[in-house]
């Protein structure tokens, strides 16, 4: 159980750190287009059993909304 639960902490934390890279790679025309907050949202949606920090949801969540 100790196991499991290390493990699931681990996913979440490394989902996390994905999702924020991918949020704050820069890509050219960002401001315009929006691609790097709209791929990390699509990532988001496709996370699942990994889970994501509850922090980082809403604030890509809010950002996308605010769109």
Request: hydrophobic content about 50%.
């Amino acid at each position: 159980m100790l196991r499991r639960r290390l493990f699931e902490h681990l996913a979440t934390a490394l989902t996390s750190d994905l999702l924020r890279a991918i949020r704050s790679a820069g890509s050219w025309l960002e401001d315009v287009l929006k691609r790097d907050l709209l791929f990390a949202v699509r990532c988001l949606c496709d996370t699942g059993q990994l889970g994501v920090d509850d922090d980082l949801r809403q604030r890509l969540i809010d950002v996308l909304i605010a769109l």
